[in-house]
């Protein structure tokens, strides 16, 4: 199933990107295996799944001693400072930096590791209290700060915008997203301003995203089917 499902999806978003004019090489898909076991992983890795998304840090790091550290984890959840060195150990990305707290701690773990980590700035853009992420006015300050942070390799942003049933409906929040990249970007306060990735859409609304410059889509129920309750 998780073959099949993935199949699907990788046809569905070439055929979104080309559409909208780009190669299926500039969306990049983060399974998200969230509440998913260790081997719903291996099986997607084994029809060519390379990137997964995870948003707890135990959990994570149960399923990344299971593979073996062969996995490729992006951070998706809210970090505790914390769990800041646990999350710098395994993740290839923490998607969720929202404050500058969270990125200093990151910062002297990574310097006892000697390694360099790639990051996105969660934004609030619904501005929805419930919700985790720096809010669009405040981003270009946290960035500068974290410019002065010689570990983290800001890569561009991250936002899950307020559910609704209609996926049109998140593509306001989608575009906003792209235009607050655009700036921060033209203030060139990305670790590379060719490049900016930003990470947004899921299951039901991806395809909006992708519509709207989506360069990472974050897909667990189209792959793994419904998550088991936690
Ligand atoms: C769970 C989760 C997703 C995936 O949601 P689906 O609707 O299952 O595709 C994407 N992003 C974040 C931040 C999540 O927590």
């Known amino acids: 199933m998780i073959r099949e499902n993935l199949e699907h999806l990788r046809t569905k978003i070439a055929a979104k990107a080309s559409r909208c004019g780009r190669g299926k090489q500039n969306v990049r898909l983060v399974a998200v295996s969230k ?5 719903a992983i291996k099986e997607a890795q084994e029809s060519g799944q390379h990137i997964f998304g ?23 959840g809210h970090l505790q400072s914390n769990k800041a060195a646990t999350a710098a150990r ?7 930096v929202d404050r500058i707290k969270l990125a200093r701690s990151l910062n002297k773990h990574l310097i006892s ?16 209290d419930n919700k985790s992420g720096t809010l669009p006015e405040k981003s270009e300050e946290l960035l500068r700060e974290i410019g002065k942070l010689p570990m983290l390799r800001p890569r561009g942003l991250m936002t899950m915008p307020p ?8 593509r306001i929040y989608f575009r906003r997203l ?6 921060l970007c033209h203030h060139k306060l990305f670790f590379d301003n060719s490049a900016v990735e930003l990470s947004m859409g899921m299951s ?14 974050r897909i667990g129920t189209a792959i793994f089917g419904e998550r088991p309750v936690r």
């Open 204 to 217: 039901h609304d991806y395809e909006v995203a992708i519509e709207e410059g989506a360069t990472l889509v």
């Open 54 to 76: 995870e948003n707890y840090i135990q959990e994570a790091q149960e399923k990344y001693d299971l593979l073996n550290g062969e996995a490729d984890f992006h951070f998706i």
């Open 178 to 183: 792209k235009e607050l990249g655009d700036t």
């Open 90 to 96: 395994i993740c290839s990305m923490i998607e969720t």
């Open 113 to 128: 590791m000697g390694r360099q980590l790639d990051i996105l700035i969660q934004v609030n853009v619904g501005r929805d």
């Open 163 to 170: 559910f609704t049933e209609d996926p049109e409906d998140a």
């Open 35 to 39: 509440r998913f076991p260790a081997t």
